[in-house]
Protein backbone atom coordinates (compact mmCIF):
# COMPACT_ATOMS: atom_id res chain seq x y z
CA UNK A 1 0.00 0.00 0.00
CA UNK A 2 2.80 2.65 0.65
CA UNK A 3 4.11 1.79 -2.52
CA UNK A 4 0.83 2.88 -4.56
CA UNK A 5 0.74 6.21 -1.79
CA UNK A 6 4.13 6.97 -2.42
CA UNK A 7 3.98 7.42 -6.38
CA UNK A 8 3.50 10.93 -5.92
CA UNK A 9 5.34 14.01 -4.02
CA UNK A 10 3.12 15.46 -1.92
CA UNK A 11 2.17 11.41 -0.50
CA UNK A 12 5.82 10.56 -0.20
CA UNK A 13 6.21 13.75 1.88
CA UNK A 14 3.12 12.88 3.66
CA UNK A 15 4.18 9.06 4.17
CA UNK A 16 7.35 9.97 5.99
CA UNK A 17 5.77 12.28 8.08
CA UNK A 18 3.50 10.14 9.50
CA UNK A 19 5.95 7.29 9.90
CA UNK A 20 5.95 5.31 7.04
CA UNK A 21 9.68 5.30 6.29
CA UNK A 22 9.86 3.19 9.86
CA UNK A 23 7.20 0.80 8.98
CA UNK A 24 8.65 0.20 5.54
CA UNK A 25 11.94 -0.51 7.13
CA UNK A 26 10.76 -2.82 10.20
CA UNK A 27 8.81 -4.73 7.58
CA UNK A 28 12.11 -5.47 6.18
CA UNK A 29 13.51 -6.56 9.05
CA UNK A 30 10.35 -8.76 10.42
CA UNK A 31 9.18 -10.40 7.30
CA UNK A 32 13.18 -10.91 5.81
CA UNK A 33 12.20 -14.46 4.69
CA UNK A 34 9.05 -13.47 2.87
CA UNK A 35 9.11 -12.80 -0.62
CA UNK A 36 6.16 -10.57 -1.37
CA UNK A 37 6.74 -8.75 1.50
CA UNK A 38 10.14 -7.73 0.44
CA UNK A 39 8.96 -6.92 -3.03
CA UNK A 40 6.18 -4.51 -1.63
CA UNK A 41 8.80 -3.17 0.38
CA UNK A 42 11.39 -2.61 -2.15
CA UNK A 43 8.84 -0.56 -4.45
CA UNK A 44 8.00 1.47 -1.37
CA UNK A 45 11.83 2.51 -0.51
CA UNK A 46 12.40 2.64 -4.62
CA UNK A 47 9.68 5.30 -4.45
CA UNK A 48 10.04 6.91 -1.20
CA UNK A 49 13.94 7.63 -1.87
CA UNK A 50 13.18 9.47 -5.12
CA UNK A 51 12.47 12.20 -2.45
CA UNK A 52 16.30 14.00 -1.40
CA UNK A 53 15.09 14.05 2.22
CA UNK A 54 13.34 10.76 2.36
CA UNK A 55 16.96 9.45 1.29
CA UNK A 56 18.48 10.78 3.84
CA UNK A 57 16.00 9.86 6.73
CA UNK A 58 15.77 5.86 4.89
CA UNK A 59 20.00 6.05 5.40
CA UNK A 60 19.66 7.62 8.95
CA UNK A 61 16.96 4.62 9.60
CA UNK A 62 19.04 1.46 8.58
CA UNK A 63 17.39 0.68 5.41
CA UNK A 64 20.77 0.07 3.63
CA UNK A 65 21.65 -2.69 5.89
CA UNK A 66 18.44 -4.34 6.16
CA UNK A 67 18.06 -4.32 2.67
CA UNK A 68 21.12 -6.04 1.98
CA UNK A 69 20.29 -8.89 4.32
CA UNK A 70 17.35 -9.30 2.70
CA UNK A 71 19.06 -9.95 -0.62
CA UNK A 72 21.05 -12.31 0.92
CA UNK A 73 18.16 -14.31 2.64
CA UNK A 74 16.13 -14.18 -0.71
CA UNK A 75 19.11 -14.84 -3.05
CA UNK A 76 17.09 -17.29 -5.10
CA UNK A 77 14.63 -14.60 -5.77
CA UNK A 78 15.22 -13.37 -9.05
CA UNK A 79 12.57 -10.51 -8.17
CA UNK A 80 13.90 -9.85 -5.20
CA UNK A 81 17.23 -9.23 -6.13
CA UNK A 82 16.19 -7.05 -9.52
CA UNK A 83 13.95 -4.53 -7.50
CA UNK A 84 16.22 -4.21 -3.88
CA UNK A 85 19.13 -3.14 -5.94
CA UNK A 86 16.31 -0.77 -8.21
CA UNK A 87 15.33 0.55 -4.72
CA UNK A 88 19.48 0.73 -3.28
CA UNK A 89 19.98 2.41 -6.79
CA UNK A 90 17.69 5.34 -5.55
CA UNK A 91 19.16 5.50 -2.00
CA UNK A 92 22.54 6.24 -3.18
CA UNK A 93 22.06 9.33 -6.09
CA UNK A 94 23.75 12.20 -5.23
CA UNK A 95 24.06 11.05 -2.17
CA UNK A 96 27.77 9.84 -0.84
CA UNK A 97 26.73 9.38 2.68
CA UNK A 98 24.55 6.34 1.94
CA UNK A 99 27.20 4.95 -1.12
CA UNK A 100 29.40 4.59 1.98
CA UNK A 101 26.74 3.13 3.48
CA UNK A 102 26.39 0.31 0.66
CA UNK A 103 29.87 -0.31 0.65
CA UNK A 104 30.26 -0.89 4.51
CA UNK A 105 27.11 -3.37 4.62
CA UNK A 106 28.80 -5.24 1.39
CA UNK A 107 26.60 -3.52 -1.00
CA UNK A 108 28.89 -4.48 -3.74
CA UNK A 109 29.11 -8.01 -2.75
CA UNK A 110 25.32 -8.39 -2.33
CA UNK A 111 24.95 -6.99 -6.04
CA UNK A 112 27.54 -9.30 -7.57
CA UNK A 113 26.20 -12.02 -5.90
CA UNK A 114 22.40 -11.20 -7.55
CA UNK A 115 24.10 -11.40 -10.97
CA UNK A 116 26.08 -14.65 -10.53
CA UNK A 117 23.09 -16.09 -9.22
CA UNK A 118 20.29 -15.57 -11.83
CA UNK A 119 23.02 -15.28 -14.86
CA UNK A 120 20.24 -15.65 -17.16
CA UNK A 121 17.82 -13.15 -16.27
CA UNK A 122 18.38 -9.95 -18.23
CA UNK A 123 16.65 -8.01 -16.07
CA UNK A 124 18.86 -9.13 -12.98
CA UNK A 125 21.67 -7.90 -14.99
CA UNK A 126 20.61 -4.86 -15.75
CA UNK A 127 19.62 -3.87 -12.60
CA UNK A 128 22.29 -4.47 -10.90
CA UNK A 129 24.97 -2.96 -13.48
CA UNK A 130 22.65 0.24 -12.84
CA UNK A 131 23.19 0.04 -9.41
CA UNK A 132 26.69 -0.83 -8.97
CA UNK A 133 27.77 1.94 -11.57
CA UNK A 134 25.57 3.98 -8.76
CA UNK A 135 27.62 3.02 -6.13
CA UNK A 136 31.38 3.63 -7.41
CA UNK A 137 30.30 6.70 -10.13
CA UNK A 138 32.79 9.36 -8.72
CA UNK A 139 34.55 6.81 -6.50
CA UNK A 140 38.06 5.81 -7.57
CA UNK A 141 38.41 3.67 -4.11
CA UNK A 142 34.93 2.32 -4.52
CA UNK A 143 35.92 1.00 -8.60
CA UNK A 144 39.34 -0.36 -6.79
CA UNK A 145 37.02 -2.66 -4.85
CA UNK A 146 34.32 -3.53 -7.25
CA UNK A 147 37.31 -4.41 -10.04
CA UNK A 148 39.03 -6.39 -6.87
CA UNK A 149 35.81 -8.11 -6.31
CA UNK A 150 35.76 -9.65 -9.59
CA UNK A 151 32.68 -7.18 -10.61
CA UNK A 152 34.35 -6.58 -14.47
CA UNK A 153 34.51 -9.91 -15.12
CA UNK A 154 31.07 -10.51 -13.49
CA UNK A 155 29.53 -7.78 -15.99
CA UNK A 156 31.23 -9.19 -18.98
CA UNK A 157 30.17 -13.00 -18.29
CA UNK A 158 26.60 -11.54 -18.08
CA UNK A 159 26.85 -9.41 -21.37
CA UNK A 160 27.60 -12.68 -23.31
CA UNK A 161 24.96 -14.74 -20.91
CA UNK A 162 22.26 -12.05 -22.36
CA UNK A 163 23.24 -10.78 -25.62
CA UNK A 164 20.09 -11.26 -27.20
CA UNK A 165 19.31 -8.34 -24.41
CA UNK A 166 19.96 -4.75 -26.35
CA UNK A 167 19.28 -2.63 -23.40
CA UNK A 168 21.52 -4.46 -20.61
CA UNK A 169 24.02 -4.15 -22.97
CA UNK A 170 24.40 -0.57 -23.29
CA UNK A 171 23.94 -0.64 -19.21
CA UNK A 172 26.52 -2.69 -19.14
CA UNK A 173 29.14 -1.15 -21.74
CA UNK A 174 28.11 2.88 -19.51
CA UNK A 175 29.36 0.64 -16.71
CA UNK A 176 32.12 -0.47 -17.68
CA UNK A 177 33.40 3.11 -19.59
CA UNK A 178 32.74 4.83 -15.86
CA UNK A 179 35.16 2.24 -13.99
CA UNK A 180 37.58 2.45 -16.63
CA UNK A 181 39.32 5.17 -16.29
CA UNK A 182 41.67 5.34 -13.30
CA UNK A 183 44.97 4.28 -14.55
CA UNK A 184 45.63 1.61 -11.97
CA UNK A 185 42.23 -0.01 -12.89
CA UNK A 186 42.92 -0.70 -16.57
CA UNK A 187 45.28 -3.99 -16.65
CA UNK A 188 42.50 -5.80 -14.57
CA UNK A 189 39.72 -4.69 -16.44
CA UNK A 190 41.39 -5.39 -19.79
CA UNK A 191 41.98 -9.02 -18.61
CA UNK A 192 38.52 -9.38 -17.10
CA UNK A 193 37.12 -10.20 -19.97
CA UNK A 194 35.38 -6.79 -20.21
CA UNK A 195 37.02 -6.08 -23.81
CA UNK A 196 35.20 -9.19 -26.07
CA UNK A 197 32.31 -8.38 -24.15
CA UNK A 198 32.16 -5.14 -25.23
CA UNK A 199 33.21 -5.90 -28.92
CA UNK A 200 30.93 -8.43 -29.16
CA UNK A 201 28.01 -5.74 -28.16
CA UNK A 202 29.14 -3.16 -30.73
CA UNK A 203 29.16 -5.85 -33.11
CA UNK A 204 25.95 -7.03 -32.62
CA UNK A 205 24.36 -3.84 -32.31
CA UNK A 206 25.92 -1.71 -34.92
CA UNK A 207 22.96 0.38 -35.81
CA UNK A 208 22.42 1.87 -31.91
CA UNK A 209 24.27 4.75 -31.52
CA UNK A 210 24.79 4.82 -27.52
CA UNK A 211 25.96 1.53 -26.99
CA UNK A 212 28.79 1.98 -29.99
CA UNK A 213 29.41 5.31 -27.90
CA UNK A 214 29.77 4.24 -24.59
CA UNK A 215 31.47 0.81 -26.03
CA UNK A 216 34.44 3.39 -27.78
CA UNK A 217 34.61 5.38 -24.76
CA UNK A 218 35.48 1.99 -22.74
CA UNK A 219 37.96 1.00 -25.39
CA UNK A 220 39.39 4.34 -25.57
CA UNK A 221 39.94 4.84 -21.57
CA UNK A 222 42.03 0.97 -22.08
CA UNK A 223 43.89 2.52 -25.05
CA UNK A 224 45.53 5.12 -23.00
CA UNK A 225 47.39 2.65 -21.09
CA UNK A 226 50.05 2.04 -23.95
CA UNK A 227 50.77 -1.68 -22.70
CA UNK A 228 47.12 -2.73 -23.92
CA UNK A 229 47.51 -1.28 -27.15
CA UNK A 230 48.41 -4.36 -28.85
CA UNK A 231 45.80 -6.37 -27.37
CA UNK A 232 43.17 -4.08 -28.14
CA UNK A 233 44.39 -4.38 -31.69
CA UNK A 234 44.36 -7.96 -31.96
CA UNK A 235 40.95 -8.15 -29.98
CA UNK A 236 39.64 -6.35 -32.59
CA UNK A 237 38.75 -2.85 -31.08
CA UNK A 238 40.09 -1.08 -34.00
CA UNK A 239 37.93 -2.28 -36.32
CA UNK A 240 34.39 -1.61 -34.59
CA UNK A 241 35.72 2.02 -33.34
CA UNK A 242 36.35 2.33 -37.51
CA UNK A 243 32.71 0.59 -38.23
CA UNK A 244 30.86 2.77 -35.30
CA UNK A 245 32.82 6.14 -36.79
CA UNK A 246 31.75 5.21 -40.13
CA UNK A 247 27.76 4.40 -39.21
CA UNK A 248 27.72 7.29 -36.54
CA UNK A 249 30.05 9.77 -37.81
CA UNK A 250 27.23 12.59 -37.19
CA UNK A 251 26.52 12.02 -34.01
CA UNK A 252 28.78 14.17 -31.39
CA UNK A 253 29.32 11.79 -28.51
CA UNK A 254 30.35 9.12 -31.54
CA UNK A 255 32.87 11.15 -33.46
CA UNK A 256 34.57 12.27 -29.76
CA UNK A 257 35.19 8.58 -28.62
CA UNK A 258 35.91 6.70 -32.03
CA UNK A 259 38.71 10.10 -32.73
CA UNK A 260 40.08 9.55 -29.32
CA UNK A 261 39.89 6.05 -29.41
CA UNK A 262 41.78 6.12 -32.96
CA UNK A 263 44.51 8.77 -31.75
CA UNK A 264 45.31 6.58 -28.70
CA UNK A 265 45.32 3.44 -30.53
CA UNK A 266 47.54 4.87 -32.64
CA UNK A 267 49.88 5.95 -30.17
CA UNK A 268 49.17 9.10 -28.74
CA UNK A 269 49.54 10.40 -25.42
CA UNK A 270 47.59 12.23 -23.31
CA UNK A 271 49.56 15.42 -24.52
CA UNK A 272 47.44 15.20 -27.75
CA UNK A 273 44.54 15.72 -25.88
CA UNK A 274 45.42 18.47 -23.15
CA UNK A 275 46.22 20.69 -26.82
CA UNK A 276 42.20 20.61 -27.18
CA UNK A 277 41.23 23.43 -25.12
CA UNK A 278 37.44 22.83 -24.56
CA UNK A 279 35.16 19.88 -25.99
CA UNK A 280 31.25 19.83 -26.03
CA UNK A 281 30.03 16.21 -24.85
CA UNK A 282 27.03 14.59 -24.38
CA UNK A 283 27.00 13.88 -21.15
CA UNK A 284 24.52 13.58 -18.43
CA UNK A 285 25.43 14.36 -14.81
CA UNK A 286 22.93 13.80 -11.82
CA UNK A 287 19.81 15.92 -12.91
CA UNK A 288 20.46 15.59 -16.27
CA UNK A 289 22.06 18.70 -17.31
CA UNK A 290 24.00 19.04 -20.49
CA UNK A 291 27.69 20.31 -20.16
CA UNK A 292 30.35 21.95 -22.16
CA UNK A 293 33.02 19.70 -20.17
CA UNK A 294 36.85 21.24 -19.96
CA UNK A 295 39.62 18.55 -20.65
CA UNK A 296 41.56 18.61 -16.98
CA UNK A 297 45.16 17.87 -16.89
CA UNK A 298 44.88 14.54 -16.67
CA UNK A 299 43.27 12.61 -19.20
CA UNK A 300 41.67 9.59 -17.39
CA UNK A 301 39.80 12.05 -14.96
CA UNK A 302 38.03 13.43 -18.37
CA UNK A 303 36.09 10.25 -18.09
CA UNK A 304 34.97 10.64 -14.98
CA UNK A 305 33.64 13.85 -16.01
CA UNK A 306 31.63 12.04 -18.32
CA UNK A 307 29.92 9.46 -16.14
CA UNK A 308 25.75 9.66 -16.79
CA UNK A 309 23.31 10.10 -14.10
CA UNK A 310 23.61 6.63 -12.07
CA UNK A 311 20.37 5.74 -13.51
CA UNK A 312 21.47 6.15 -17.30
CA UNK A 313 19.15 8.66 -17.87
CA UNK A 314 18.00 11.91 -17.29
CA UNK A 315 17.46 11.62 -13.93
CA UNK A 316 19.08 9.03 -11.43
CA UNK A 317 15.75 7.87 -9.71
CA UNK A 318 12.87 5.91 -10.63
CA UNK A 319 9.49 6.01 -9.06
CA UNK A 320 7.04 2.83 -10.10
CA UNK A 321 3.61 3.97 -10.65
Given at each position: ????????VACR?????????EGVI?????????????????????????????????????????????????????????????????????????????????????????????????????????????????????KKAF???????????????????????????????????????????????????????????????????????????????????????????????????????????????????????????????????????????????????????????????????????????????
Amino acid sequence: AIANLSASVACREAVAKEGGLEGVIEAIKKHASVEDVQLEAANAVNNLAATPSNRDQLGTLGAIPAMIEAMAINLESSAVQERMTAALLNMVVDHTTNKAKVVAAGGMAAGLAAMRKHWGEPGVQEQCCRFLRGVFTQSDANKKAFVDLGGCGAIAHGMKENIETENLQIVACQALASISGPSELKAAIATSGAVPAVIEAMKTYPANPKLQEQGCWCLKNLAMEEKLRAGLETAGARAVIVAAQAAHGSHAGVKQETDEALLFLDGADQSVLEKISKVTTPSMYPGGAVQSAPIPGKVDEFAHNRELAPGGGNSGCCVIA
